[in-house]
């Protein structure tokens, strides 16, 4: 029988939701892995390698599906997992260590956006407050954080608000960038690895629904993870879109497309897009292994495009070996 070694990330005690929804991956997975006929382990992630890797060579797996999402609580490390795989030489899902690591750091990420000729918001340092325009509005984001981990309303400044740097003065400047605020519409675009490339699933946009004149739409840590909040409630995923839209919708595949082409993506992927007014887009980040439990935007554009979650993993298994 074939073996399939779960990885996740190490799980830290008071664990809040963001974090341990990776269980749920994990559990997802598992199924899908039964049901294709392996015999599944679980393990997790830590930054004692040499752990790791004794325990993935008694297990000695055919195939390692990677849901390490952080190392050390740490977004930015989590390339560290494909790279000891790799160094293993063992198939491994989702995306390189390589892309891992640029696509976990937003700054690194946007610069290879402008070599890619990909469009993506104008940003600078959060030590470069004197570039600040007042007549815009911005938003502060954690560089190397996910799940919008730092991300809220909170960070959204107009460019002349001193109140700016107040919040840099309470946060680390380093560990944050300032990006031009995008006003429009947002996407949520899904990719998964195929026979001849990445291939588009089903565009969905996130819808903010009844938001107060002014207040930012932002899908920060609340819209994600909090239930009982106005931000969860309010913000709503659809996969329903007027015909008008047609063009829009092929430009942002087309953008996404490009993505997992430039960045050497694999297996599965959710592209953030934003529109300016004048329905311009820009790609607000690449989530390389994004989340797969049942209720997230990759789990949700398979199921709009009619695919077995099964199936889904059992493409993402080839993908690796292609
Ligand atoms: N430049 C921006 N303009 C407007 N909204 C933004 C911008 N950057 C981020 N956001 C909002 O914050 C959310 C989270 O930002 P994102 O860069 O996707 O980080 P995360 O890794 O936390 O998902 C986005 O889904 C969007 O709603
Ligand atoms: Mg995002």
């Not at 460019?159 to 001193?162: A, E, L, S, T």
């Given at each position: 029988m074939k073996k399939a070694l779960i990885i996740h990330n190490r799980i830290s005690e008071n664990a809040l939701q963001d974090e341990l929804d990776v269980l749920d991956q994990v559990g997802v997975v598992e199924k899908a892995f039964t049901d294709l006929g392996y015999e599944t382990f679980r393990d997790d992630f830590d930054l004692n390698m040499q752990r790791v890797k004794d325990s993935i060579q008694k297990i000695d797996p055919h195939f390692i599906f990677n849901l390490?999402?952080?190392?050390d609580g740490k977004g930015n490390l989590s390339f560290m997992a494909p790279a000891l795989f790799e160094n293993m030489n063992i198939p491994f899902s989702g995306s390189g260590s390589f892309a891992m690591y640029v696509t976990s750091n937003k700054v690194l990420t946007k610069e290879s956006f402008i070599n890619s000729g990909i469009p993506t918001g104008e940003w600078f340092s959060a030590n470069e407050l004197n570039k600040l325009n007042p007549a815009k509005r911005y938003i502060v984001k954690p560089l190397g954080e996910d799940g919008s981990v730092g991300i809220s309303e909170e960070g959204v400044f107009e460019?002349?608000?001193?109140k700016i740097k107040d919040f840099l003065k309470n946060n680390n400047p380093n560990e944050f960038f300032i990006e031009e605020y995008i006003h429009g519409r947002e996407f949520n675009i899904s990719v998964i690895g195929g026979k001849n490339g990445g291939c588009v699933l089903p565009p969905a946009e996130i819808r903010f629904i009844?938001?107060?004149?002014?207040?930012?739409?932002v899908l920060g840590y609340k819209s994600k993870w909090?239930?009982?909040s106005f931000e969860y409630k309010n913000t709503v995923r659809t996969f329903d879109f007027p015909e008008s839209d047609k063009e829009l919708l092929e430009k942002v595949k087309q953008i996404s497309l490009n993505c997992w082409n430039k960045f050497n993506l694999k297996g599965y992927v959710r592209v953030d897009i934003r529109l300016d007014e004048k329905n311009n887009p820009y790609v607000l980040e690449i989530n390389a292994n994004p989340c797969i439990s049942p209720d997230a935007g990759f789990y949700a554009a398979c199921k709009q495009a009619g695919l077995k979650f099964t199936d889904v993993i059992s493409e993402i298994i080839h993908d690796a070996q292609r």
């Open positions: 390490v999402e952080t190392v460019g002349n608000d001193p009844d938001f107060p004149e002014g207040k930012p739409h909090d239930e009982d």
